[in-house]
């Protein structure tokens, strides 16, 4: 089968040097894609270029990504291949930066131009923060042939919360299952389908599960 993995932070830029992202080692995708490479699986891994996993990459396939907009490049370029099954583990950031205010001597906000690196000299720096795009929702409609596996990473409330986003999500996004862990979901991980749920103490049986589930 033909898989892909994303693995990793996506980024956004206040300007050349100064960064907003998401805490993501990339570990765990790039250990699902030695897992399926090792069971006979072709795998491409796109990880985050700020990934700082040190383990091994198996993936006959490695394609850096930075910002939201260039992950969601890559997905559309990948899509001209026959792709049997994606996994998206990637740590989208949530946000990037919209209009940069600086605060005048009479007090109030006064939008400035991003440049090569914002100087210091400016002052205090207000920066409008502007949802990215949910890249897992616009998959489906360049894959519809495809299992799609999302990821949900819910750090507030409890295990409830975390499972009722996971189902939002298969809700919205039209995906064949999502992962859900994270603070609020506690130890282990949460396999949600439309045919309900199952726990797995370690991402190993998590990995099985995974394959089963794209193999079948």
Excluded at 112 to 125: F, P, Q, V, Y
């Amino acid at each position: 089968m033909n898989c892909v993995i994303t693995a990793g932070p996506t980024y956004e830029p206040l300007d050349d040097v100064r960064r907003l992202t998401n805490f993501s080692t990339g570990r765990l995708g790039t250990e699902l894609a030695n897992f399926l490479v090792a069971r006979g699986h072709n795998v491409t891994l796109l990880t985050g270029v700020q990934a700082t996993w040190p383990g091994p990459r198996e993936a006959q396939t490695v394609i850096p990504f930075s910002t939201t907009a260039d992950l969601q490049a890559r997905f559309k370029k990948l899509s001209r291949q026959k792709v049997d099954a994606i996994f998206h583990a990637a740590a989208v950031s949530d946000f990037t930066f919209g209009k940069i205010y600086t605060r005048t001597a009479d007090g109030k906000l006064q939008a400035i131009k991003a440049s090569k690196k914002i100087s210091t000299r400016e002052g205090s720096l207000f920066a409008e923060l502007i949802p990215t795009p949910k890249i897992l929702a616009g998959l489906r409609a360049w894959y519809p042939r495809t299992k799609i596996i999302g990821w949900k990473f819910e750090a507030n409330g409890k295990r409830a919360n975390a499972l009722q986003s996971a189902h939002r999500q298969l809700a919205e996004c039209a995906n064949d299952a999502c992962v859900a862990n994270g603070p609020a979901y506690g130890k282990g991980f949460g396999l949600v389908t439309a045919a309900g749920l199952d726990h797995f103490a370690g991402s190993e049986k998590l990995f099985a599960a995974l394959a089963a589930l794209v193999e079948g």
